[in-house]
């Protein structure tokens, strides 16, 4: 890990409330150049209002966001990304009947010139993208084929590596496993570890200790609005997480009536 | 496709395909089969019938032109996954505010011209504003356009005139700069030299003995094709073609990737009502006279045009070149039964049957591309 370099971005005593209720109640998290740092927490931990907090859909009600050792106000997500923080949802930005390359440059098409006209580089756009994608370990048909005969976790593989392209400092990733099987999600843990050896601050949302236990340097665990404590790697097991989690008590007795298969 | 230089290895989950399947999701497949069917069809059965010497093809030429130069519009349209049924509306509008402005009201034809296209450029854009703010299916909303827009053809000339099809446009467009853009013809020099040498037909007697049955390609044609090349230029080769694609294949996504998607839909509505003015200017420079009935139905031809094109009713997916073959279809039969003879009233029930065809053969190829089960 690179705790000797400051981290790339600091959220320290974030509260969000929207109206009467109190999603955050005071979250610190910071995240390091080159560190893949998990979210975890259940359903309703306040992961998705954090992570929006941060990509800037949000702005926080209270607490403040150091990126890059300077206060931050992101006034909408485009500043966010300009910024270099990106993010990767749930429901991926990827349109399936066009082709990769035509995808991986949606609203950032490279231009070239002639004459009066600006026009779609095609040839550079289907070499950058074919370039990127076999970084990432997938080997495209070409560049024209359709994103709708990719499988879940080459979507999410062709979105990492459009915004690592794109200069991501920060890459947030909103449960990019969710819904994938286990090759699939092997295949996406791989290319967080290959995103994060390049230097890139990876915050990876999950609700799935298996899965974060397998990339994350180190582990945060949000319940109900608020963090319960940050975890080097090595320093808990995967029974402590879940337990932390899920807030202890009624886990316990589940997992033991479901004889610890959860 | 382009070549890279180095061959990736080969990925042992990824199906070869077939050159044929590839063919396949082509959105043009279907427009360029079914063009070699209707030509051959034709071409066996109306081969003596005059369809296809110069008059005869001058004849479908400008049937399908009229056609492609809305297809072209709705094409666009559609693929950015939006719909206009007020296009036939549009057109006897725009006529009719021509011919107002120029008989009715005596101002000169090129300031009827840019007024009727600024209005109807403007009505577009309220289309697409209305649509982009309230967030109603476009096929409402135009739908309202259609009787709004018909209403006030009808109306405004009975107000004025108290009759429903004004006449003289010709005498107002002598000497005019810009009527002849839309009126005119082209090429007249190549026909006469064609005419010459005997290639094509010439009058064998009466005061015009010896000039060329055909005198030249009427502007019509002329747009059509201009509208054809920007359109698939446009779509294919440029930034925004990406984000027309993006804006129908699905807007929300498209927007969380910073394409400006309300923008490219109303630049699209915009392009519709340009297209159909074209329309109408150059069939109220042909005929001299604009009427309230003009342009009826014309929406949904443009549509049938469109999907017989490859294109999804759906957005996101469609080709210019494919939805200008429909309309080459739909003007080479339309007047080729005329030719051949067949109850005109047929043409109709083809119509409903190729049109049905190409939805089924579309929702295939949709499969196809994306996968789907």
Not at chain 1, 51 to 66: D, Y
Request: glycine share 12%; with cysteine; net charge neutral.
């Amino acid at each position: 890990m690179t705790s000797e370099h400051a981290p790339i971005i600091e959220m320290r005593n974030i509260e969000k409330h929207f109206g009467s209720v109190i999603a955050l109640a005071g979250v610190s998290v910071d995240v390091f150049p080159g560190e893949c740092h998990c979210l975890l927490g259940d359903n309703g931990a306040g992961k998705s209002t954090f992570i929006k907090t941060m990509s800037g859909v949000h702005k926080p009600t209270a607490g403040e966001i150091m990126f890059e050792g300077k206060p931050m106000h992101f006034a909408d997500p485009r500043d966010a990304i300009s910024a270099g923080i990106a993010t990767v949802h749930q429901h991926l930005a990827m349109i399936p009947l066009m082709s990769v390359s035509r995808n991986f440059f949606m609203g950032n098409e490279p231009v070239k010139k002639v004459g009066p006209l600006k026009l779609f580089d095609h040839d550079y756009a289907n070499n950058v993208t074919m370039e990127e994608m076999r970084k990432m370990g997938i080997n495209l048909r070409g560049p024209d084929q359709a994103v709708g005969t990719l499988s879940g976790g080459e979507r999410q593989t062709v979105a990492i590596a459009r915004a690592v392209h794109f200069g991501a400092k920060v890459l947030i990733l909103d449960e990019p496993t969710s819904a994938l099987g286990v090759r699939q999600t092997a295949n996406v843990l791989a290319t967080i570890d290959k995103v994060r050896k390049q230097g890139i601050a990876v915050v990876f949302i999950t609700h799935n200790v298996r899965h974060a236990l397998a990339v994350g340097d180190r582990f945060t665990v949000l319940n109900r609005g608020k963090t319960l404590g940050t975890a080097q790697r090595g320093q808990i097991t995967p029974e402590e997480l879940q337990d932390m989690m899920a807030g202890g008590q009624e886990m316990v007795a589940l997992e033991g009536s479901l004889g610890g298969t959860v | 496709m382009t070549d890279t230089a180095q061959t990736p290895e080969q990925d042992e989950r990824v199906k070869e395909i077939s050159s044929f399947r590839k063919a396949l999701i082509r959105p043009e497949l279907g427009g360029i089969c079914g063009t070699v069917l209707v030509f051959l069809f034709f071409a066996i059965f109306a081969g003596n019938s005059g369809m296809f010497n110069s008059q005869g093809v001058l004849n479908w030429s400008t049937v399908s032109a009229q056609f492609m130069i809305i297809a072209v519009g709705a094409c666009l349209l559609m693929i950015a996954g939006e719909f206009d049924l007020s296009v036939g509306s549009m057109i006897g509008f725009a006529g009719m505010m021509i011919a107002i402005f120029s008989v009715s009201l005596g101002w000169p034809v090129w300031i009827a011209i840019i007024l009727a296209f600024l209005i109807c450029m403007s009505i577009g854009a309220l289309n697409g504003y209305i649509v982009i703010k309230t967030g109603l299916p476009s096929f409402i909303v135009t739908l309202a356009f259609l009787f709004i827009l018909r209403g006030f053809t009808i109306f405004i000339p009975q107000q004025l005139e108290n009759r429903t099809i004004i006449g003289g446009i010709s005498d107002a467009a002598e000497g005019d700069w810009l009527a002849p853009l839309f009126g005119g013809q082209v090429g007249g020099w190549f026909f006469e030299f064609l005419g010459e040498r005997g290639l094509i037909e010439v009058f064998e007697r009466g005061t015009r003995a010896g000039e060329p049955v055909v005198d030249g390609i009427p502007m019509l044609i002329v747009w059509a094709l201009v509208l054809v090349a920007f359109g698939h230029f446009l779509l294919t080769r440029t930034q925004f073609g990406n984000w027309i694609f993006a804006a129908g294949g699905d807007a929300e996504a498209a927007r969380n990737s910073g394409v400006p998607v309300n923008a490219v839909k109303i630049k699209m509505f915009i392009m519709t009502a340009f297209c159909a003015t074209v329309f109408a200017t150059c069939q109220v420079m042909e005929f001299g006279s604009a009427a309230a009935d003009r342009g009826i139905l014309k929406e949904f031809e443009a549509i049938i045009a469109v999907v017989i094109g490859g294109a999804l009713l759906t957005g996101g997916y469609g080709s210019v070149i494919g939805a200008a073959l429909g309309a080459l279809i739909f003007g080479v039969v339309q007047q080729g039964l005329f030719f051949t003879g067949v109850e005109s009233s047929l043409f109709r029930v083809f119509l409903g049957v190729i049109l049905l065809l190409a939805v089924i053969l579309n929702t295939y190829i949709r499969r196809l591309i994306t996968g789907e089960r």
